[in-house]
């Protein structure tokens, strides 16, 4: 029909999932400057959880581990069983680290000291994703949306400044979750009276405990679904935390489909990308291994590949390798958030929070950060507001 308002758009691919901008996450999320942030922040986390495991006398059981030791295994020690089921969980870990801890607080029999641990635990994964998934958030959306690119130096000092937001927007519901288990405790507290008065009475409450926990249930699904959303949004609009956990929210709860849909997709594509990495990395360390063999002495001092080329460089191709999953993760969350943005808010695809551009209006060069951007042309991504 001629008053049709997007006659060329198909629409399984407006309404439902979009897979170009999904693909896209792919090729965003192997950019250099994610991968050395995602890199450092697996090292951050590392380092953190393994101070833990000294201050409480060794490693935690149920909690999802980044062992420091595994991360040369990553290119070379894949086996060949089971890989689909491998990579699907290998691209889930960027949620399970951080989701792992907090599902400890919540069981019995945990015990103080051990409660006690798994809170800094939470909190050490949320501080250091809130920084260093904020900033490959910040490049990425800034990348997916108007394609400028902003330095890493820039990004970092971006996810620092909005630490506060990155860090507690997440750790707001959990502050209603304890007011409501607060209440759920003064029940409890009923049951200590003497003589058969106070479980009567906690009995006839029952309901009040019922009511909290559903309410404490519906907080921390949407908590556990939509945090990567808050993290995304301060990254594309520069807001505080209150407006970027009450978008999160907002978006899951009104676009719970289409975001499922998305992320399950996201997830295939990660796999597929993830298995790309490894094949691509393994061809690199194989490939270096032959030309270090053509002027080595035959037979090799060594046959192990690590200590033929040096096993300094087999980890760090690890590490790229095992951050890619952690770009890639953030790369997809800021793509979603773009899709969902304009699904519900009918905001503009390129509408993005770009200080950086502002503040370099009247420098010398026309710098983003600390990279060349192009010149400014007729109809750029507005600024959004912070």
């Not at 607060?182 to 049951?191: H, K, P, S, T």
Request: glycine letters at 12%.
């Amino acid at each position: 029909m001629a008053d049709d308002p997007e006659p060329s758009s198909p629409p399984i691919a407006r309404r439902y999932l979009e897979f170009p901008h999904l693909l896209r996450a792919v090729r965003i999320a192997s950019d250099g400057r994610k991968l050395i942030l995602a890199s450092l922040g697996l090292m951050a986390l590392a380092a953190g959880w393994a101070a833990l495991d000294r201050a409480f006398g060794g490693p935690s059981v149920g909690l999802s581990r980044v062992e420091p030791g595994s991360l040369a295994e990553w290119p070379t020690a894949f086996g060949t069983g089971g890989v689909p089921a491998e990579l699907a969980r290998r691209v889930s870990e960027p949620f399970r680290v951080v989701v792992s801890p907090f599902l400890l607080l919540f069981q019995k029999g945990v015990g103080p000291a051990g409660w006690l641990r798994a809170a800094l635990t939470a909190l050490w994964a949320v501080a250091v994703w809130g920084v260093f998934g904020g900033a490959i958030a910040r490049i990425a959306a800034v990348q997916a949306s108007c394609d400028r690119r902003v330095g890493l130096g820039s990004a970092l000092r971006f996810a620092l400044g909005k630490s506060a937001s990155l860090i507690g927007a997440p750790l707001i519901p959990l502050l209603a979750v304890a007011v409501f288990a607060g209440f759920c405790a003064v029940i409890g507290l009923l049951y200590r009276i003497p003589g058969g008065v106070g479980p009567a009475i906690g009995s006839l409450l029952g309901f009040v405990p019922l009511l909290l926990g559903l309410m404490m249930a519906v907080i921390l699904g949407g908590l556990a679904a939509g945090w990567p959303l808050m993290v995304a949004t301060v990254a594309a609009e520069g807001e505080d935390a209150p407006d970027a956990l009450s978008r999160s929210y907002s978006y899951v709860n009104q676009r719970l489909a289409r975001y499922s849909a998305h992320a399950v997709a996201a997830w295939a594509i990660g796999s597929l990308g993830l298995l790309v990495a490894i094949v691509f990395s393994r061809a690199v360390i194989a490939l270096a291994g032959w030309g270090v063999g053509l002027g080595a002495p035959d037979p090799l001092p060594s046959t192990d590949l690590g200590d033929t080329i040096g096993l300094l460089w087999v980890r760090l191709v690890g590490l790229l390798v095992h951050g890619w999953v952690y770009s890639y993760f953030w790369s997809a969350a800021s793509v979603i958030y773009l899709i969902l943005r304009r699904d519900v808010d009918g905001t503009d695809w390129h509408d993005v929070y770009l200080p950086e551009h502002a503040a370099d209006t009247f420098a010398a060069g026309p710098e983003l950060g600390a990279e060349k951007i192009p010149s400014p042309e007729p109809g750029p991504a507005e600024a959004g507001v912070g």
